[in-house]
């Protein structure tokens, strides 16, 4: 043993001897950079085993864990994420570039439908830019709000997506795309006739407006289903979004069940609406003006108790309170103002929380450092709305606007929940009428329920009404393909054979 350490010993004194002995420093210097080195080339095989999938690396990628966000309430369960669906092997056509217009639910039913129109035409849809310019001035970037990488992997089997254009279709390199609205309410016949055409000329092309620029009816089977999927699988809110948004949810059910009161009575709604009942004059002046300083607001001359009487204005707060008190909701329970800022404030609100005590909104229940970054960014706000209203136990419109619609819509694929549609042009009439006398509150009671008995959200044809689009039921309120059994829906009835998702029962929606 003694020979061995003196021979290893000299071994050690030969190799440095030649040589400049290292200082400690250099020793360590060298020891920090392998370490970096090494750290990198894990991570780059990490990331490589990641982007190829795990069973080029399964001993690495499958540790790496991946928690599913869930409310809190909801047991998580550790797993894999999904492993990504073979993309689609097609030749492009030219790149689809979309730049959504209006609020969040506005452009989240574009997105779903310009995902539809690229893959009718075999193109490369390019991540849709989101509105900036119109009264609510978000910043936010399709990043900002939906989860962009789940976005592209989820659809890759149906549609090819990217972030960007490519640099030689870029305006810095000189490139200038044909810009154009497509027209609205249009079938996959103009999209091949019409558009695909102009594709043999124009590499990119750039729909400036999306807004219903698809129809809710006539539509190929498998066309409709790819909408249903984008909306309700390809669209997630980003992580920030949805661990606040089930923060909420969370607080809310502790509390019991919770009614979501989406309150439309927004100082936009009430402008471009033209609608001031209940308005002082000042307050109908300073609405009027508001419409007048927006030109691409084509109607600026209106007459607020015309359009009420037509049903086209949202409740008033004082209105919702009584309807609320009608339609048999406990003065107890606790009721999310799903909106932004209510025109008049608190004073506004004065009657609808005397008759339900219990009323809060998102700033009363979440700290303001946690709502500190959503500030100024009125669609991640209508986010956190949106995913409270649609867990909420009953969600009540005031107005059937996009949101509305929308929710509706995500309301019936989660097993039908109760949803009260709100017929506004039968109850401007009953208000009126226990306003001025004519009707008891009991005798307002009972033909208030028997208004809605049957807009409860409960399984039902989408209404169809031929050259009407803007009439007839909208595809995103009650996309009925979404729960046909087969391939296609010539067998739906009224009620009856139409499952949800969840596997909802009809009978429980009225209980």
């Not at 809310?252 to 609608?275: I, N, T, W």
């Not at 949202?314 to 009584?322: G, M």
């Not at 932004?340 to 909104?361: C, Q, S, T, W």
């Amino acid at each position: 043993m003694e020979v061995r350490s003196e021979n290893v010993q000299v071994r050690c004194d030969k190799l440095q001897a030649p040589g400049i002995p290292r200082t400690r420093l250099q020793v360590w210097f060298i020891r920090v950079c392998s370490s970096i080195l090494l750290w990198t080339c894990l991570v780059q095989l990490v990331a490589v085993g990641e982007l190829w999938h795990p069973k080029f690396f399964p001993n690495i990628t499958n540790k790496v864990p991946w928690i599913p966000l869930v409310p809190r309430h909801v047991d998580a369960v550790v797993q894999s994420p999904p492993p990504l669906v073979p993309p689609r092997n097609y030749t492009s056509n030219g790149f689809l570039k979309v730049s959504c217009n209006g609020g969040l639910n506005q452009m989240r039913a574009a997105i779903c439908d310009m995902v539809t129109v690229a893959r009718l035409l075999n193109l490369t849809l390019v991540v849709p830019e989101l509105d900036k310019t119109s009264f609510w001035a978000d910043p936010s970037n399709f990043e900002d709000i939906f989860n962009v990488r789940h976005f592209i992997d989820s659809l890759r089997d149906e549609v090819r997506i990217v972030r960007r254009l490519p640099k030689k279709y870029s305006r810095k390199y000189g490139y200038s795309p044909m810009e154009m609205p497509p027209v609205s309410w249009s079938n996959e016949k103009y999209y091949l006739q019409q558009i695909l055409p102009l594709f043999s000329k124009h590499k990119v092309l750039h729909f400036n407006r999306t807004d219903a620029r698809l129809a809710n009816n006539g539509i190929p089977f498998d066309l409709q289903k790819l909408r249903c999927r984008v909306n309700f699988q390809g669209l997630k809110f980003t992580p920030k979004i949805e661990t606040l948004g089930y923060e909420l949810v969370r607080i809310l059910q502790e509390k019991g069940p919770f009614v979501a009161l989406h309150l439309r009575y927004e100082m936009d709604m009430l402008a471009f609406s033209g609608c001031t009942h209940g308005c002082s004059m000042e307050e109908a002046e300073e609405l009027k003006r508001l419409r007048y300083a927006y030109p691409w607001w084509r109607e600026k001359e209106i007459v607020s108790e015309e359009r009420r009487s037509q049903g086209l204005c949202p409740l008033t707060p004082e209105e919702a309170a009584l309807v609320l008190q009608a339609l048999g909701i406990d003065k107890d329970t606790h009721i999310y103002i799903a909106a932004g800022e209510i025109y008049g404030g608190e004073k506004r609100l004065a009657a609808l929380r005397a008759a339900f005590p219990r009323i809060v909104r998102k700033e009363m229940l979440l700290d303001p450092a946690e709502l500190q970054l959503f500030q100024n960014h009125s669609s991640q706000m209508a986010a956190l709305d949106f995913m409270v209203s649609t867990a909420s136990d009953i969600f009540i419109p005031t107005y059937d606007g996009n949101m509305a619609k929308v929710v509706e819509g995500h309301r019936r694929y989660l097993g039908f929940k109760k949803s009260i549609l709100l017929d506004r042009k039968i109850l401007v009439g009953l208000l009126d009428m226990h306003h001025n006398g004519t009707l008891s509150f009991n005798e307002f009671t009972v033909a208030v329920r028997l208004a809605h008995e049957k807009r409860m959200g409960q399984p039902t044809r989408r209404r169809v009404i031929a050259d009407k689009p803007k009439e007839e039921d909208y595809f995103y309120a009650n996309p009925q393909e979404c729960f046909c059994e087969g391939t296609n829906c010539a067998d739906l009835p009224g009620y009856g054979n139409l499952s949800g998702i969840q596997g909802a029962k009809v009978s429980d929606l009225l209980s």
